[in-house]
């Protein structure tokens, strides 16, 4: 096997003059080296957009700008870190070594490092022909804006930055591909969401003729969300095999992950808000400029859409506009992470209520319960064209108060401050959609079942398990609804040959849209399994029913039949089943979403999500105010994610994510510096949380099923990423009232804070000393 | 390459092993554990160096009870040649360098991360890998334990929290949150399963 190892650009910005491998080829053990500039003419663009780069308009009416991005970057080069030439070796060792070899000559370029600046003053291009910096602009709204505005009775500006963080699976990212030239097939392990889409991505950027793949995901070491994107590795080994005729492995390192993995959050909100003076929010004007980095990922594109539709959450805003654009810098580009855009709506929307709480000088609780959505409206038609499904926002966060106990900490809260105590109280309610049937990226989920003659049913979904376990709800549900014990049902994922083709897992898709599949696949197959038990029992099919492994007659329990003889004679003995019955028992099942919409209307409108859950946070915090630090007193989180399949997954799943939000709200911070360079390359530096930092939290739910899937599932698994950053931030907010700090970014380091403390000082001071 | 050096412009990749081994993080790293010996020198080559680089060791590892008998660059790593050599893939890389647990291994019960353990410092001593500490197709109780209470849920970097249990009950056979919140501060798990995590040690430690 060879190891191939990637030279990257250590530039955030250059032209690339000049790459030399001819010393690098010469190295003991080197196999095969090439750069972008001696690409292999096999190899063409990657896939920019899912499937097949058509979908030009990817919702309404933005104008998206489309370039070939070539896995190895050619004549210039965006970001630290962007792949620029290959070496493939017989040793893991010598090809590091080889890489040391590749001399290279840039033209460094100043670089482009903050979006908002360069959307107004583009001097400096990342693609020179474009004319200006933007990858993509979109607009969406829904009511009447300008109506809404004209009667308010206050109008708030406020501005809400997300920081840049991301998902750091565990694992690295790693390519293993083989080929096999007599049946032009290229056989691709990938550390991947996605393989299906891998496959054909490679088929299309390869450009060999009859070119098959078969791409397989073993267990993924957490996804999280950046293994959903496509990137330059997943295009160059597979290549390198054809190439040398060998098997290629690249794995990648921890650095390499946290400059060439994408990344994500960064945008900022500007936002007019129309408040009445009751509290009601009647409308919101928002721009937005999210920071693409310099790569082109489908996910990033995606993910900012997102952030522009769920902006009015779960609350009754019915006039809402939306004017975002996308923003190349120099920076690794913007994809995929676990809240997926939704996390950055969601830390708005909740910017946004405790504004206007404060404002108003009203209590943040009622404010939010003043603008929810009621029970009763739901199915609810969104301002940006979603239908969401069910909820019961008040319920969910009197739950989540009780479990706080929210009043003893008001009453602690007075008590501790005047012993000179910082103590603050938050609270988060937010909106998480799950499964995204975008145009381009689904829309459906395919379930393929069979029952063997040994009655062992094997189900092959066309989702992978990223690491959260989709293989024992699936046999639960298909053991519920055949009757049979768990342990007789296989499943089988992550091998694009054997399963029907699928987009992938991301958008928690699975609960929602996998669980209904298996569900109806697995009814259709007991249909299917009751009319050969009725030919077999000389009965009609709607007199039996499954039970223990048979079938047997509902009132006369007598007469049964075992599964695996029912499914024998389906195999061997079609003499014995009625006239016309196709044989066997297998089946392929397609689940089309019920509740999305494809196509925008003329406002950028799209029903992109088709389930809703949700979660209620709710935090004590206290703030050292001698420097800076912060101690979580108290943390609970209520979620309703509708019917729960595998309730003790459900509850792994939002304890997970909530880990996951209070890194991004306490530590998790990719930082760059104002030439371009990543400063947060490795564990020491990019601060996920460990053993000794989560707070106990303690976890709720309430369950409002979706009445639009079988099962009444909705997704799990990002909401506990979602609710922390807002909850924190006013906790810390409350805590510091006396101050009068207002946190500016995340996440809510010690020395952030401190600096926000210390400017209240300076205040203080320079107006004559009244603390 | 010495003729194009001249011009600043020119950069090599990023950090690498060699950069990294040169630029006397390992020295530090063998101070701190104490553990190298005079192949210390073998590490600090130049890139000129190539032959001298491909000169092998010859070691004996005892690894969960078994003596084999390597061929090894003197700069390979503990983890490369579980992984690579023997095939012991339970061990997992998530960094690299130290940061993230997922290749802890026991040293003479000793939880230690393998990729900052060169091989050959691992001569002479007790390895004790995942792979290991079952009883054929019985599991350790520790093993049992995060079955029971699901403490995983991606499941990369497994092997090493349990490595790290079995290191501390090994020493306090029942610890305190607190205790093991310590024990396992070394080991990551992005998954955020650390309640279901320290749910099973205290199961693991009722188990033993």
């Not at chain 1, 530039?11 to 000049?18: F, L």
């Not at chain 1, 009197?398 to 009453?411: P, V």
């Not at chain 1, 935090?619 to 101690?631: K, Q």
């Not at chain 1, 108290?634 to 997970?656: A, F, M, R, T, W």
Request: include cysteine.
């Amino acid at each position: 096997m060879l190891h191939a190892v990637f030279f990257r650009s250590p530039y955030p910005h250059a032209r690339i003059k000049k790459v030399w491998l001819d010393g690098v080829l010469k190295l003991p053990g080197v196999v095969a080296a090439f750069s972008g500039e001696s690409l292999p003419e096999l190899i063409g663009p990657m896939a920019q957009i899912p499937l097949f780069g058509v979908e030009r308009t990817l919702a309404g009416n933005p104008a998206i700008k489309y370039f070939p991005h070539l896995p190895l970057a050619r004549d210039k080069a965006r970001y630290v870190g962007e792949p620029v030439a290959v070496v493939a070796a017989t040793d893991k060792y010598l090809a590091e070594d080889a890489l040391e070899a590749v001399e290279a000559d840039f033209e460094p370029l100043p670089p482009v490092i903050d979006a908002e600046q360069t959307l107004e003053r583009p001097e400096v291009l990342l693609y020179e022909d474009w004319g200006d910096n933007v990858l993509m602009h979109y607009t969406v709204s829904g009511g009447d804006v300008e109506k809404a505005f004209r009667e308010a009775d206050r109008i708030l500006e406020i501005t809400v930055p997300s920081s840049r963080f991301t998902g750091t699976p565990i694992e690295p990212r790693s390519v293993v591909a083989r080929y096999d030239p007599h049946h032009l097939l290229l056989e691709v392990w990938d550390t991947t969401q996605c393989p299906h889409l891998v496959g054909t991505w490679i088929e299309r950027a390869i450009r060999i003729p009859g070119l098959k793949t078969r791409v397989t995901v073993s267990r993924l070491g957490g996804g999280f969300g950046p293994k959903v994107s496509h990137y330059p590795e997943e295009i160059v080994v597979p290549y390198l095999a054809i190439q040398t005729g060998r098997p290629v492995r690249w794995v990648e390192t921890r650095s390499e992950h946290l400059v060439g993995t994408t990344h994500g959050r960064e945008q900022i909100h500007r936002l007019q808000v129309a408040v009445k003076s009751d509290g009601r929010v009647l409308g919101i004007r928002d721009r937005i400029v999210a920071d693409m980095g310099g790569g082109h990922s489908w996910t990033g594109l995606s993910s900012i859409m997102v952030s522009a539709l769920y902006v009015p959450g779960t609350y009754r805003i019915e006039n809402y506009s939306g004017d975002l654009y996308g923003v190349v810098t120099n920076k690794t580009p913007f994809g995929a992470h676990r809240g997926f855009g939704k996390a950055e709506a969601a830390y708005v929307i909740e910017r946004v209520m405790d504004s206007v709480a404060r404002e108003l000088g009203q209590d943040p609780i009622e404010i939010r319960k003043r603008n929810f959505i009621p029970p009763e409206a739901f199915p609810y038609r969104n301002a940006t064209g979603s239908r969401y499904d069910s909820g019961q926002y008040a319920k969910t966060l009197d739950k989540a108060l009780d479990l706080l106990n929210y009043s003893h900490w008001r009453a602690e809260q007075t008590r501790l401050r005047r012993e000179g105590r910082y103590v603050g109280i938050g609270v988060s309610v937010v909106l998480e959609p799950t499964s995204s049937n975008r145009r381009g990226a689904g829309g459906y989920y395919s379930v393929r079942m069979r029952m063997d003659p040994t009655g062992t049913i094997y189900v092959f979904l066309s989702g992978n398990d990223d690491g959260t376990g989709h293989a024992l709800p699936t046999a639960q549900i298909v053991a519920d609804e055949l009757a049979v014990d768990v342990i007789n049902v296989h499943v089988v994922e992550g091998d694009s040959l054997m399963c029907p083709y699928g987009t992938g897992s991301y958008s928690s898709r699975f609960g929602g849209l996998g669980g209904a599949a298996v569900m109806l696949a697995a009814r259709q197959l007991r249909e299917k399994i009751l009319e050969v038990g009725a030919a077999l029992l000389g009965e009609t099919a709607d007199r039996l029913v499954l039970s223990a492994g048979s079938v047997r007659v509902r009132s006369a329990g007598e007469k049964q039949i075992a599964l695996n003889e029912v499914a024998r004679a389906a195999y061997t003995a079609l003499y014995r089943l009625p006239e016309g019955m196709e044989p066997g028992l297998e089946l392929i099942y397609h689940y089309r979403d019920p509740n999305v919409t494809f196509l925008p209307d003329e406002r950028g409108r799209v029903g992109a999500y088709s389930s809703f859950p949700y979660a209620v946070d709710a935090g004590v915090v206290e703030v050292d105010v001698e420097t800076g630090s912060l101690t979580i007193l108290k943390y609970v989180s209520v979620h309703d994610c509708g019917n729960q399949i595998n309730p003790k997954e459900v509850e792994g799943q939002h304890l997970g994510s909530l880990a996951h939000g209070l890194g991004g709200a306490l530590y998790e911070e990719l930082l760059y510096d104002s030439d371009g360079q990543l400063l947060t390359q490795n564990f020491k530096d990019y601060l996920i949380p460990t053993a000794l930092d989560l707070p106990p939290i303690l976890i709720g739910s309430t369950v409002t099923p979706n009445p639009f899937t079988p099962g009444g599932f909705k997704g799990a698994g990002e909401a506990g990423a979602v609710g922390p950053p807002p909850c924190l931030v006013a906790a810390v907010e409350d805590a510091l009232a006396p101050l009068g700090v207002r946190v500016r970014t995340l996440p809510l380091k010690p020395s952030s804070l401190w600096e926000l403390i210390r400017e209240h000082l300076d205040r203080v001071h320079s107006e004559g000393g009244k603390a | 390459m010495k003729e194009k050096d001249n011009d600043s412009s020119k950069k090599s990749s990023l950090m690498t092993r060699r950069t990294f081994l040169k630029g006397g993080a390992l020295t530090t790293a063998a101070l701190s554990t104490g553990v190298l010996g005079a192949e210390v020198g073998e590490a600090h080559l130049a890139l000129e160096d190539y032959p001298s680089a491909l000169k092998r060791a010859t070691v004996t590892l005892k690894v969960n009870g078994l003596r084999h008998r390597l061929e090894v660059e003197p700069r390979t790593t503990l983890l490369e040649v579980l992984r690579e050599e023997l095939q012991l893939t339970g061990t997992k890389k998530g960094c690299d360098r130290g940061q993230c647990g997922s290749c802890t291994v026991l040293l003479n019960g000793r939880p230690v991360y393998s990729c900052l353990s060169l091989a050959i410092e691992a001569v002479g001593k007790e390895i004790l890998t995942i792979e290991g500490i079952s009883d054929g197709e019985t599991l350790h109780p520790v093993q049992r334990a995060f079955v029971q209470e699901m403490g995983l849920q991606c499941g990369f970097c497994s092997p090493g929290q349990i490595l790290a249990t079995v290191a501390l009950l090994g020493k306090n056979p029942s610890p305190s949150e607190a205790q093991i919140r310590q024990a396992l501060a070394g080991n990551l798990c992005r998954c955020g399963a650390y309640p279901m995590i320290f749910k099973s040690v205290q199961t693991a430690a009722r188990l033993r």
